[in-house]
C-alpha cells in the first residue's frame, strides 16, 4: 500500500471518529445535560440528535421514565410508645436535570439514598404524633398525604425531584410481641365468643321456656273445651236416648239385652255360671212380656 492511501485512510478513520464523538441521541424515554469540563452548559437536553465539541463537552444521561423505590424495613415508635415496622415505597421522576444532576451527581442509587434518608424522618415524625390505631387504619390516608406534601415540597427544592407517590405497603409488629399480642387478641374473642354463647343460651332457654307455657296454655285450653264439647254432646246424647226409649220401654229393654246376649256369647270358650232364673235370660224364656 502507498504512503498516500494510509495517511487518507489513517485521516477518514479520524474523520469518523470525530463524527461519531460529535453526535449524539437523546431519547424520549432520557433527560440529558451537556457538561464542559465539568460545567454545565445546556441543563436540560430535548430529544432527538444532537452535536457535541469532542474532549470538550461531555453530555449525562438519565431516566425520565417513573422510578419505583422500595425501602427498606423501618421500626417506628407510636404516640403510645409502641414499635411498629414499616415497610413503605416511593415513586419519583427528574423533574429539573439540572438541580438532579449538581445534588445526586446523577447517580440514581444516591437519589434513592438521599429520599430514603428523607421519607424516614417524615415518616418517624407523624408516626410519633399517632396512636396505633390511627396509623393502622383510622387516619392512615392523611397520614400519607402529608408525608407526600411535605417531601415532594423538599425533593423538588433540594433534588430537583418530582414526587409523585408514596405508600405504606405493610405495618407490622415486632417479631418479639407478635406472639404476646396474638395470644392478647385470642384471649379477647374467646371471651367474646364464651358472652355471646352464654347470652344465646340464656335467650334461647327464654325462648323455650315461654315456647313451654303457650303450649301448656294451649293445650290445657284444648282439653277445657274438648271437655265441654264431649259433655254437651254426651247430655245431648243422653237426652236423644231418654227420648227416645222413653217413647216405649220395652223395646229399648230388649234391644239392650240383644247387645248383651251378642257381647256375652261372641267367644267360643266363653264360660257363664248364672241361675236359670237370672234376670239376664228373661227374653229368652219369654220373649214377649206382657
Same mark, same amino acid.
Given at each position: 500500500?502507498?504512503? /498516500?492511501?494510509?495517511?487518507?485512510?489513517?485521516?477518514?478513520?479520524?474523520? *469518523?471518529?470525530?463524527?461519531?464523538?460529535?453526535?449524539?441521541?437523546?431519547?424520549? @424515554?432520557?433527560?440529558?445535560?451537556? $457538561?464542559?469540563?465539568?460545567?454545565?452548559?445546556?441543563?436540560?437536553?430535548?430529544?432527538?440528535?444532537?452535536?457535541?465539541?469532542?474532549?470538550?463537552?461531555?453530555?449525562?444521561?438519565?431516566?425520565?421514565? $417513573?422510578? @419505583?423505590?422500595?425501602?427498606?424495613?423501618?421500626?417506628?415508635?407510636?404516640?403510645?410508645?409502641?414499635?411498629?415496622?414499616?415497610?413503605?415505597?416511593?415513586?419519583?421522576?427528574?423533574?429539573?436535570?439540572?438541580?438532579?444532576?449538581?445534588?445526586?451527581?446523577? =447517580?440514581?442509587?444516591?437519589? /434513592?439514598? $438521599?429520599?430514603?434518608?428523607? !421519607?424516614?424522618? /417524615?415518616? #418517624?415524625?407523624?408516626?410519633?404524633?399517632?396512636?396505633?390505631?390511627?396509623?393502622?387504619?383510622?387516619?392512615?390516608?392523611?397520614?400519607?398525604?402529608?408525608? /407526600?406534601?411535605?417531601?415532594?415540597?423538599?425533593?423538588?427544592?433540594?433534588?430537583?425531584?418530582? !414526587? &409523585?407517590?408514596? #405508600?405504606?405497603?405493610?405495618?407490622? $409488629?415486632?417479631?418479639? &410481641?407478635?406472639?404476646?399480642?396474638?395470644?392478647?387478641?385470642?384471649?379477647?374473642?374467646? +371471651?367474646?365468643?364464651?358472652?355471646?354463647?352464654?347470652?344465646?343460651?340464656?335467650?334461647?332457654?327464654?325462648?323455650?321456656?315461654?315456647? =313451654?307455657?303457650? #303450649?301448656? *296454655?294451649? @293445650?290445657?285450653?284444648?282439653?277445657?273445651?274438648?271437655? !265441654?264439647?264431649?259433655?254437651?254432646?254426651?247430655?245431648?246424647?243422653?237426652?236423644?236416648?231418654?227420648?227416645?226409649?222413653?217413647?216405649?220401654?220395652?223395646?229399648?229393654?230388649?234391644?239392650?239385652?240383644?247387645?248383651?246376649? +251378642?257381647?256375652?256369647? +261372641?267367644?267360643?270358650?266363653?264360660?257363664?255360671?248364672?241361675?236359670?232364673?237370672?234376670?239376664?235370660?228373661?227374653?229368652?224364656?219369654?220373649?214377649?212380656?206382657?
Amino acid at each position: 500500500m502507498k504512503p /498516500n492511501s494510509v495517511v487518507v485512510l489513517i485521516v477518514a478513520l479520524i474523520a *469518523v471518529w470525530l463524527v461519531s464523538e460529535s453526535v449524539y441521541i437523546v431519547k424520549e @424515554t432520557e433527560r440529558a445535560v451537556k $457538561l464542559r469540563f465539568g460545567e454545565i452548559v445546556e441543563p436540560d437536553i430535548q430529544p432527538g440528535l444532537h452535536f457535541k465539541i469532542p474532549f470538550v463537552n461531555t453530555v449525562r444521561k438519565f431516566e425520565a421514565r $417513573l422510578i @419505583t423505590m422500595d425501602s427498606r424495613p423501618q421500626a417506628f415508635l407510636t404516640l403510645e410508645a409502641k414499635r411498629l415496622i414499616v415497610d413503605s415505597f416511593i415513586k419519583w421522576r427528574i423533574k429539573d436535570v439540572e438541580r438532579y444532576y449538581t445534588a445526586t451527581s446523577g =447517580d440514581e442509587n444516591r437519589a /434513592n439514598s $438521599l429520599l430514603a434518608s428523607r !421519607i424516614e424522618t /417524615n415518616l #418517624r415524625n407523624q408516626f410519633g404524633e399517632r396512636t396505633l390505631n390511627q396509623v393502622v387504619s383510622g387516619e392512615r390516608e392523611e397520614l400519607m398525604d402529608r408525608v /407526600n406534601r411535605s417531601l415532594s415540597q423538599v425533593a423538588e427544592r433540594e433534588l430537583g425531584i418530582e !414526587i &409523585v407517590d408514596i #405508600r405504606i405497603k405493610r405495618i407490622d $409488629l415486632p417479631t418479639e &410481641v407478635s406472639a404476646s399480642v396474638y395470644d392478647r387478641m385470642r384471649s379477647e374473642r374467646l +371471651r367474646l365468643a364464651r358472652e355471646l354463647r352464654a347470652r344465646g343460651l340464656e335467650l334461647a332457654e327464654g325462648i323455650r321456656a315461654d315456647a =313451654d307455657r303457650q #303450649r301448656t *296454655v294451649i @293445650t290445657a285450653n284444648a282439653f277445657s273445651a274438648a271437655e !265441654i264439647i264431649r259433655g254437651e254432646g254426651d247430655a245431648e246424647a243422653a237426652a236423644i236416648y231418654a227420648q227416645a226409649f222413653g217413647q216405649d220401654p220395652e223395646f229399648y229393654s230388649f234391644f239392650r239385652s240383644l247387645n248383651a246376649y +251378642r257381647e256375652a256369647f +261372641r267367644g267360643t270358650g266363653d264360660v257363664l255360671v248364672l241361675e236359670p232364673n237370672s234376670e239376664f235370660f228373661r227374653y229368652l224364656k219369654d220373649p214377649i212380656r206382657r
